[in-house]
């Protein structure tokens, strides 16, 4: 294992330490783990196959010394891997799970995170990521009037509906989900333009077409197409265009082979690019019917 951060072994002693009942007057760590006296946590050390090397009275500064020892060897991956394991809690699984969930947010800085896999924990990389506020912390935001950009109002209350879905996903932390949310809302509102806007679509040097060089039947247009048809006729612009390809290429990791391939895996920072995205080619789309309407009246 590669060597932690000082600040990430002590928020893991405070983990070994524990807090709950049995703290008495002592310090009470934001640990969910089960309170452990010092014999307790020498204990403990040795479950995880390691001799405590701790010299302070304290608990955590004691537990704080053994980990330093060990810092950057694989015995700091055999105390991480007890301190994950359902041996270590007699098989409890909620407080197992507690744990370990515990033990990702700390790891999550280092791009480390820890995974039970049957009853044998594990330790895997992932991307390095810092806490930053949950879209729960903030109001949803209100969906655009889906009712002016598309004429079917069943459609307008489907993407109205994803609208919110993309939201909640965001909020349950389900990022790969709510990036296929926001993709199929882009999907949908673009299919929708070019359909109802045949003519001027068909026209486009990047409208889809056969060997015999006509224009591929709309069922056949990719999102990557439409994308690129909308901002040829004016309908999205140049940035959000370059942007709007982005979010196809996450959306497309809906199929697990191009997760495989892509070894992307979206995490708030890029639900958070997908949706403002999302906003700026709704956007666009409206003001274009705005000023088409606008002609229309005159």
Request: charged content about 25%; proline content about 5%; hydrophobic content about 35%.
């Amino acid at each position: 294992m590669k060597r932690l951060d000082d600040s990430t072994l002590e928020a893991i002693a405070e983990a070994i330490c524990g807090s709950g009942e049995g703290a008495g007057g002592g310090p009470k760590y934001s640990s969910p783990s089960p309170y452990r006296t010092k014999s307790q946590i020498s204990d403990f050390f040795r479950r995880a196959g390691i001799q405590s090397q701790g010299m302070s009275s304290t608990r955590k500064w004691f537990v704080l010394e053994s980990l330093q020892a060990i810092n950057g060897t694989p015995h700091l991956d055999s105390v991480l891997k007890r301190l994950a394991s359902p041996k270590e809690y007699r098989g409890d699984a909620t407080v197992t799970q507690t744990v370990t969930e515990h033990l990702n947010q700390i790891l999550q800085v280092e791009g480390l995170e820890l995974a039970v896999v049957g009853v044998e924990p594990q330790i895997r990389e992932r991307k390095a990521t810092a806490n930053v506020p949950k879209p729960k912390e903030t109001p949803v935001e209100a969906p655009p009037d889906f009712g002016r950009l598309v004429q079917d109002s069943s459609l307008a209350d489907i993407l109205t509906f994803r609208w919110a879905e993309a939201q909640r996903c965001f909020r349950a932390d389900a990022h790969l989900s709510a990036v296929i949310m926001m993709g199929s809302i882009l999907e949908g509102v673009l299919l929708h333009k070019v359909e109802h806007n045949m003519k001027i679509a068909n026209q486009a040097k990047a409208a889809p077409r056969d060997k015999t060089g006509s224009v591929k039947p709309i069922h056949d247009w990719s999102l990557s197409v439409l994308i690129d048809v909308a901002h040829e006729v004016g309908w999205l612009q140049g940035d959000v265009k370059r942007f709007s390809h982005a979010l196809r290429e996450s959306r497309n990791i809906v199929h697990p082979y191009v997760q495989r391939i892509s070894r992307d895996r979206p995490d708030g920072d890029t639900c958070r690019i997908c949706w403002q995205v999302v906003r700026a080619a709704v956007a666009d789309l409206l003001e274009v019917d705005k000023q088409t309407a606008g002609v229309g009246q005159t």
